[in-house]
């Protein structure tokens, strides 16, 4: 009987038919993996797809974006590139305190 942490992963498994089967032909609950063409979390549920990550995605897409501002301020010397899109400060400790949001 699979185990609570029991799963697996297909990097790149996009298309619902494809899901479908493997869902069907394994013991193992299929988790998916954020990729280019991937339905969203309400229609995986519904093939079987057991959890959702995004595995690297995020903090990929966070450091090409500190890179591009960081150029941006280095090569222009405004400072409206890396503030224009700044979180306050407020916001940024409350993601972290004791009525932190569940994301």
Same mark, same amino acid.
């Given at each position: 009987?699979?185990?609570? @942490?029991?799963?697996?992963?297909?990097? &790149?498994?996009?298309?619902?038919?494809?899901?479908?089967?493997?869902?069907?032909? +394994?013991?193992?609950?299929?988790?998916?993996?954020?990729?280019? @063409?991937? @339905?969203?979390?309400?229609?995986? &549920?519904?093939? &079987?797809?057991?959890?959702?990550?995004? @595995?690297?995605?995020?903090?990929?897409?966070?450091?090409?974006?500190?890179?591009?501002?960081?150029?941006?301020?280095?090569?222009?010397?405004?400072?409206?590139?890396?503030? +224009?899109?700044?979180?306050?400060? +407020?916001?940024?400790?409350?993601?972290?305190?004791?009525?932190?949001? +569940?994301?």
């Amino acid at each position: 009987m699979p185990q609570p @942490g029991d799963g697996f992963f297909l990097p &790149g498994i996009v298309k619902p038919e494809e899901i479908k089967a493997v869902v069907a032909g +394994s013991a193992l609950p299929l988790n998916a993996l954020a990729w280019p @063409g991937l @339905g969203d979390a309400a229609c995986l &549920g519904k093939l &079987g797809v057991r959890r959702l990550s995004a @595995g690297l995605a995020i903090a990929q897409t966070t450091w090409n974006t500190a890179e591009k501002l960081g150029r941006e301020f280095l090569q222009g010397g405004s400072s409206e590139a890396v503030n +224009s899109e700044a979180k306050p400060y +407020s916001e940024l400790q409350a993601l972290f305190g004791e009525n932190a949001p +569940s994301i």
